[in-house]
């Protein structure tokens, strides 16, 4: 019933920057805090970024606070991953994921997260 659709990744040179979309199907997307996670290769899915119902609050991991921005227009349901001064370490595919209902405190758990996108490639290179 929920569907979750990345798009935006790309190979992008160290220092750069990508915008990564996630479009939400659904009519109570507005009603859902969302995150963002990234898996490279051999490792396991991390998170990486989450913002609350109404994008008032928003929460990082240190490793991209200060180059990483999430956002959302629930409009167009639709969350954003911009990402500035890209690292190598940042290479991975990345994911959108829904956060359970009647959760409202960020957490970096898979298990909090019902619904997940596909995931779309991210690659940094120096």
């Known amino acids: 019933q929920v569907q979750l659709v990345e798009s935006g990744g790309g190979l992008v040179q160290a220092g750069g920057s990508l915008r990564l979309s996630c479009a939400a199907s659904g009519r109570t997307f507005s009603s859902y805090a969302m995150g963002w996670f990234r898996q490279a290769p051999g490792k396991e899915r991390e998170f990486v970024a989450h913002i609350n119902w109404n994008g008032g609050t928003t929460y990082y991991v240190d490793s991209v606070k200060g180059r990483f921005t999430i956002s959302r227009d629930n409009t167009k349901n639709t969350v954003y991953l911009q990402m500035n001064s890209l690292k190598p370490e940042d290479t991975a595919v990345y994911y959108c994921?829904?956060?359970?209902?009647?959760?409202?405190?960020?957490?970096?758990?898979?298990?909090?997260?019902?619904?997940w996108g596909q995931g779309t490639q991210v690659t940094v290179s120096s």
């Open positions: 994921a829904r956060q359970r209902q009647f959760r409202t405190i960020p957490s970096p758990r898979l298990e909090e997260y019902d619904y």
